[in-house]
């Protein structure tokens, strides 16, 4: 059965856009790049978000943000917040505390993809040095 996360997927209409913003976001370039799609390997997992073009997209696939969110772990949920909206996104979900150290947020990227974030004790303690 499922065993961890191996691939998150996010629809743009212009990947290269994407991947642009992307790496603003990040940092860092996809370390995978083909017509059509692109991949990043994030954190100490190497946990991958691949960008692919709209186009192929299901064709029932929904034209709003909606359904499961995935969360990418972060220091500073506020500071991450702030730096997404400079760079184009929009606020989702403000910074909201959870209890026990859980604070989440997100926004939905300029291409229309929900990218959640939040600060997770459980998480952190399993990738403390």
């Given at each position: 059965?499922?065993?961890?996360?191996?691939?998150?997927?996010?629809?743009?209409?212009?990947?290269?856009?994407?991947?642009?913003?992307?790496?603003?976001?990040?940092g860092f370039p996809p370390y995978f790049v083909v017509p059509g799609y692109v991949?990043?390997?994030?954190?100490?997992?190497?946990?991958?978000?691949?960008?692919?073009?709209?186009?192929?997209?299901?064709?029932?696939?929904?034209?709003?943000?909606?359904?499961?969110?995935?969360?990418?772990?972060?220091?500073?949920?506020?500071?991450?917040?702030?730096?997404?909206?400079?760079?184009?996104?929009t606020q989702r979900q403000p910074v909201t505390p959870r209890g026990e150290g859980?604070?989440?947020?997100?926004?939905?990227?300029?291409f229309g993809n929900v990218l959640g974030f939040m600060t997770n004790p459980h998480?952190?303690?399993?990738?403390?040095?």
């Open positions: 059965m499922l065993q961890g996360m191996s691939n998150v997927s996010f629809y743009a209409d212009d990947v290269d856009a994407a991947a642009r913003w992307y790496t603003d976001v990040l991949e990043f390997r994030i954190g100490p997992d190497e946990d991958e978000l691949g960008i692919i073009d709209a186009r192929y997209a299901p064709a029932d696939e929904p034209g709003t943000p909606g359904g499961a969110v995935l969360s990418w772990h972060v220091e500073d949920p506020q500071a991450v917040l702030d730096r997404l909206i400079e760079l184009g996104a859980f604070v989440t947020a997100s926004v939905v990227d300029p998480w952190a303690a399993r990738h403390a040095d």
